[in-house]
């Protein structure tokens, strides 16, 4: 008998996400998802999605399992992840005039033209993902991605990534944000490993130990959102707390999702000064954001001294929560983060796994029912299919070389 987060049980989840994400290719990328894995047109093409799908496209392929129902094959997992790449590499969200990419496009044409580190991040990711799986056109795109990375977000003296450039890369924006750098770690580390060059680890290393600092200096609640000196701006938002990219306060999934990072980045320098600050995040996290009103689920956000300010659950919260305890497990031994994932599976099962129409439900309420006032629709399968494939793998190398490196030992 299977049961929540068993390894029947995830393959199980890894199959039926990658069936319910084959309906979301568009000419110019891959779009934004209903409740029912057809696309919703009323968003449009953009960058961050049609880069996770491409991700994710890959890591399919190279886990090579047997798919769901109506679910696709390695082959067709391929050809997802090729059409991905060449949306990226030629399609309309590349610029092929100032060079980046568009945050997002509809038919063809610009409607987002900010070049967003974020966005850019994902870029990194998708086609480092990509040369691991064997994907055409990857090698280049990568080349092309890390170079625009680098020439244009990174600072050096800073050791973190800036945010925003206008489209012709001729302002930058003032704000700057922790979002960005968390998933330029990802990026870094995933590039880093399937290039073999360990700078990239490096540069991963520095962004997460500033993270590190600021959260020690607040009690373990990472501030998100700093000016361009880099001062905390902890009101930032606080008239939109439920913004989906930069919520007001501690976000509860970020506390979870670096601590998660911080461990792979030891792992792939061989080091362990990230260790503490990992274990800290994730305690402090929890303990603000798990059944913080009297419910079961993860608040979104809290305020500066835990109390929960967005109560709605994100499916991507709880999705880093198993991430981390599955990361604090394998570099510590400790049984309570076994303990912490069994519980949490358990309520994924229950409350954000649709087990009629497939993937999770992004948004719940704060009596566990689905909602869409941050996050409507299923856009894409990005968290989830990491949360199913992670306790598989070691937490280093990232996950599509760690993919790799099974298939080549089988």
């Not at 798919?67 to 997802?80: H, K, V």
């Not at 980046?100 to 987002?112: H, I, L, M, R």
């Not at 362990?272 to 990992?278: F, K, M, W």
Request: with cysteine.
């Amino acid at each position: 008998m299977t049961h929540p987060g068993d390894a029947t049980y995830l393959a199980a989840q890894r199959a039926d996400l990658l069936r319910f994400m084959t309906g979301a290719t568009r000419p110019d990328g891959f779009g934004w998802l209903d409740e029912d894995g057809r696309v919703d047109a009323s968003h449009p093409v953009e960058l961050w999605i049609t880069c996770r799908m491409t991700h994710v496209a890959a890591l399919g392929a190279l886990a090579d399992e047997p798919p769901a129902e109506g679910g696709p094959d390695r082959a067709a997992l391929l050809a997802l992840a090729t059409h991905g790449v060449r949306a990226l590499a030629a399609g309309a969200l590349r610029d092929s005039v100032d060079g980046g990419w568009f945050a997002a496009v509809e038919d063809g044409v610009p409607t987002v033209t900010a070049k967003q580190a974020y966005g850019h991040a994902f870029v990194v990711l998708a086609a480092s993902s990509a040369v691991a799986a064997g994907v055409e056109g990857a090698d280049a795109l990568l080349a092309d991605a890390l170079g625009v990375s680098l020439d244009r977000f990174w600072d050096e003296d800073e050791g973190l990534s800036v945010e925003e450039w206008d489209a012709s890369w001729t302002t930058l924006d003032t704000y700057r944000g922790v979002n960005a750098n968390m998933h330029t770690v990802e990026a870094y580390l995933a590039a880093g490993d399937v290039t073999g060059d360990r700078e990239w680890h490096v540069r991963a290393a520095r962004i997460a130990g500033r993270v590190a600092e600021w959260a020690r200096a607040n009690d373990w609640r990472i501030p998100e959102h700093f000016d361009a000196d880099w001062t905390p701006l902890l009101e930032h938002n606080r008239a939109e707390p439920a913004h989906p990219f930069r919520p007001y306060g501690a976000t509860v999934g970020h506390g979870l999702e670096w601590a998660r990072l911080m461990l792979s980045v030891d792992a792939s320098l061989g080091t362990d000064g990230l260790r503490e600050p990992a274990a800290a995040l994730y305690d402090r996290a929890v303990a603000d954001g798990w059944d913080a009103d009297g419910a079961p689920g993860f608040v979104y956000t809290t305020d500066w001294n835990g109390a929960p300010v967005v109560r709605e659950r994100m499916h991507w919260v709880l999705a880093e929560a198993v991430n981390a305890a599955e990361a604090l497990r394998q570099v510590t031994g400790d049984a309570r983060y076994a303990a912490d994932a069994r519980s949490w599976w358990e309520y994924a099962d229950a409350h954000l796994i649709d087990h009629e129409r497939g993937s999770w439900h992004h948004e719940l309420d704060t009596a566990n029912r689905p909602a869409g006032t941050v996050w409507p629709g299923k856009p894409d399968v990005y968290h989830a299919y990491q949360a199913v494939v992670l306790p598989e793998l070691p937490i280093a190398p990232s996950f599509a070389t760690a993919l790799r490196d099974v298939r080549d030992r089988h």
